[in-house]
């Protein structure tokens, strides 16, 4: 009886594996040597938060078992995010507050990708809202490459069934 209640739900367990799919896609190398992507905290935020957001869109459909996995990985997104922040030594008591910026600026991009991504396949707004996040501190030149890297991801996102990332399975593109 007790294995059934503290079993996790399968919603967090599908959560758990598309986010371990986030983490293996934005740790590949020629993300940060190809395209530049800065290899800096905020560097791997923006490349973190890019994937979730990818993977969000593609789960933005109906129905109450894609709703509850796309709120899996955002669930497991930001426990990353607060684990994160204690393992890099930030304080119990500045934890909330930088995981309220942090939500803050998640949520921003989504916003901003999603208004970039409707204005395709004019890939202009989607450029400069790379240069303002991903290349923010950093040389710029790479941005075509990313958003052609970006908008490849994301019809190959498209093309795949939805049904493998109901099971927790992601197939990325290389970059």
């Known amino acids: 009886m007790l294995k059934r209640l503290f079993r996790p739900r399968p919603s967090h367990e599908i959560g758990r594996a598309l986010y371990a799919a986030v983490v293996e896609q934005s740790r590949t190398p020629a993300l940060y040597e190809r395209l530049a992507a800065p290899d800096t905290v905020e560097g791997r935020f923006e ?12 789960l933005n459909q109906p129905g109450d078992e894609v709703k509850a996995a796309s709120q899996g990985l955002f669930d497991t997104y930001v426990g990353a995010l607060d684990h994160a922040l204690r393992e890099m030594g930030v ?3 500045s934890v ?9 600026a998640f949520f921003g991009r989504v916003k901003s990708y999603h208004g970039a991504f409707a204005a395709l396949p004019d890939p202009q707004p989607l450029k400069d809202l ?6 923010a501190e950093a040389d710029a ?4 490459a990313l958003a052609a890297y970006v908008t490849a991801q994301r ?3 498209d093309a ?5 990332f109901l099971q927790g399975r992601v197939d990325w593109r290389a970059p």
Not at 97 to 103: D, E
Not at 160 to 164: D, K
């Open 96 to 104: 909330g507050k930088k995981m309220r910026r942090l939500g803050e």
């Open 160 to 164: 795949q069934p939805l049904e493998g």
């Open 47 to 58: 490349i973190y938060t890019l994937h979730v957001v990818l993977l969000l869109d593609r």
């Open 155 to 157: 019809e190959h996102l």
């Open 91 to 93: 304080g119990d008591l």
């Open 141 to 144: 030149s790479q941005v075509p």
């Open 130 to 135: 790379l240069a303002r996040t991903v290349y």
